[in-house]
């Protein structure tokens, strides 16, 4: 028997959300959508802070945060206009966003240029983003969205100017540490690492996302100290209540590792880690950077396996 094929069928965007703030913005802000944005992004678990989030005198759509921070959404039923294009602007600044996200019917080429410009010549700390949103239906099916990414950020070429401007005006031991972090995200790709890290930076960590808002797993290699390691980093703003939920399970967790983990809830301070360290002779050695990459990488990777269902999980 031949199978029985249907067409999919574009639908008006009004059909599903009359209103763009009453309807579409609640909507967008669940979390299940949230969610699915992030994906068609590639980004990390986005976590809503507020919808109709105030800004001065004005009202930003959603305000959401990654393990980078700030994130703004900015949504519209139709074609992009100038209005909105200094809206996101406006709130980016009033917030001190890290990524914009743009989510529209279709983007007029003017905008798309406008946003492609503000990446190229913007660094690697704020993100725009340009996302048109579709409705599709078979036959009598339910709604199905579907969003399509217009603009993102080229990270090689952002990555590159910032290679660029670190080795010329950053001290040796900026260098080094740059170096050392642009070829460990080579040793991970490599070995098809399921640790995604972020673009390197000039810096003693490297940033890479656990999946939640206000979690990140953090390489470390601390040359004053001669020491490696690898830390989970809780900066949520309840951080201190997931520290002790994780703390409870301490036992359970370092028997999964096989070894034993720095519990350290930091008082003072707004966050918490949880790491684990090792000896080292600095980043002056160079020809022990094969050595430092495979023990952070498995050390990454283990730490990742088992804290992040557990992260999921906190509540």
Same mark, same amino acid.
């Given at each position: ?20 703030? /009453?309807?579409?913005? @609640? ?12 994906? *068609? ?5 986005? +976590?809503?802070?507020? *919808? ?6 004005? !009202? ?18 139709? &074609? ?9 602007? /406006?709130?980016?600044?009033? $917030? ?8 529209? +019917? ?23 983003? #340009? ?5 599709? %239906?078979?036959? =009598?099916?339910?709604? *199905?969205?579907?969003?399509? $990414? ?10 590159? %100017? ?6 010329? /005006?950053?001290?040796? /031991?900026?260098?080094?540490?740059? %170096? ?15 640790? !995604? ?18 979690? !990140?797993? #953090? @390489? ?29 399970? &301490?036992?359970?967790?370092? &028997? ?5 983990? =720095?519990?350290? +809830? ?13 000896? =080292? ?16 990488? +498995? ?8 804290? &992040? ?7």
């Amino acid at each position: 028997m031949k199978p029985t094929l249907s067409t999919l069928q574009r639908i008006d965007l009004r059909e599903a959300w009359k209103h763009e703030a /009453t309807e579409f913005t @609640p909507w967008l802000a669940q979390a299940e959508n949230l969610n699915a944005l992030s994906n *068609a992004l590639g980004l990390a678990e986005l +976590e809503l802070v507020q *919808a109709e989030y105030l800004v001065g005198d004005f !009202k930003l759509d959603i305000l959401c945060s990654d393990e980078d921070g700030e994130v703004i959404i900015e949504n519209q039923l139709e &074609k992009t206009n100038h209005t909105h294009l200094g809206q996101i602007i /406006t709130y980016a600044a009033g $917030v001190g966003a890290k990524k914009v996200i743009w989510v529209a +019917e279709s983007f007029r080429p003017e905008h798309v240029a406008a946003l492609d410009f503000l990446n190229q010549n913007t660094t690697g700390n704020l993100n725009f983003f #340009a996302v048109e949103i579709e409705l599709w %239906r078979i036959a =009598d099916s339910p709604l *199905a969205p579907s969003f399509n $990414v217009v603009v993102k950020p080229n990270d090689w070429s952002k990555t590159g %100017r910032e290679s660029a401007r670190a080795a010329a /005006t950053a001290t040796p /031991t900026k260098q080094s540490q740059l %170096r050392f972090w642009t070829d460990f995200v080579a040793h991970l790709e490599a070995r098809k690492s399921p640790l !995604k890290p972020q673009a390197p930076r000039p810096q003693h960590w490297l940033n890479i996302s656990l999946g939640r808002a206000g979690f !990140k797993l #953090a @390489p470390t290699v601390n040359s004053k100290e001669n020491r490696l390691g690898v830390e989970i980093y809780i900066f949520h703003e309840n951080s201190k209540d997931y520290f002790q939920q994780l703390l409870s399970q &301490k036992d359970e967790v370092e &028997k999964k590792l096989g070894f034993a983990l =720095d519990w350290q +809830e930091l008082p003072d301070s707004h966050a918490s880690r949880i790491a684990v360290f090792r000896a =080292d002779s600095g980043l002056e050695a160079e020809e022990q950077w094969p050595a430092y990459f495979q023990w952070l990488a +498995e050390t990454g990777e283990k730490l990742a396996q088992v804290f &992040k269902p557990l992260i999921k999980g906190l509540g």
